[in-house]
């Protein structure tokens, strides 16, 4: 949290406190302010002597995932005060999840297949969700900017021409990565992944030979 004070009444300033309370708990919102319970941040901190303008900071070490509201009292030497608005805080340290169905994970396929049932998931809000190949090295994205809690491959298919440039008869990797709106990302190094088995794309074929004199049966 960083703040700059400033007092023009000549008692200099004083000290701030910071305090914190849990956003939508109890009815703390936006229009509901009152009903927020506030707790102290490690206490008041003293303003340098003799200040009339003070910028500062501190971090919050103790704060647990989830959303918080902060707000900043400020008092000078004659006992006024001021406080600032208070700011709406997301912490989220928790990273997505990537779960792929096992039929999925090593297969053989004629041409290029639909992935359906890949789940992505997050405890708050994903972000992006997106695939690479051992062929390209970029990442390309199945969906951006989602805000949802979990999102489900349905109609899903690597890019064609990356499916072309497969030899046939080879196995080739296909890995996935997911992002949340706090910036945690799950798969960067390539944990979750399957495996495309590329078939040949000619049919089989079938050869009868019957040995035989006549008269036989």
């Given amino acids: 949290v960083i703040w700059t004070v400033t007092d023009t009444g000549g008692s200099h300033l004083k000290q701030v406190e910071i305090r914190r309370a849990p956003y939508n708990i109890d009815g703390c919102s936006e229009t509901g302010q009152t009903k927020c319970v506030w707790q102290g941040i490690g206490g008041p901190i003293p303003a340098p002597a003799n200040s009339d303008k003070w910028t500062d900071g501190r971090i919050d070490n103790t704060l647990t995932n989830g959303d918080w509201w902060y707000d900043l009292t400020v008092w000078d030497n004659s006992g006024n005060t001021a406080k600032a608005s208070p700011i709406k805080v997301e912490k989220d340290t928790v990273f997505p999840t990537i779960v792929i169905p096992q039929p999925l994970k090593e297969n053989w396929y004629n041409s290029n297949p639909l992935l359906p049932g890949i789940v992505f998931s997050d405890d708050r809000a994903l972000s992006d969700i997106s695939y690479q190949t051992g062929v390209l090295a970029d990442w390309l994205t199945i969906v951006s900017a989602l805000g949802k809690k979990e999102y489900t491959t349905t109609n899903f298919a690597i890019q064609g021409s990356l499916w072309d440039s497969f030899i046939d008869g080879s196995s080739n990797t296909v890995y996935f990565k ?40």
């Fill in 178 to 217: 997911a992002s949340d709106k706090a910036g945690n990302i799950t798969g960067k190094n390539k944990e979750f992944s399957l495996v495309l088995k590329k078939g040949i794309s000619s049919f089989p074929t079938t050869a009868i030979q019957i040995d035989g004199k006549k008269g036989d049966n």
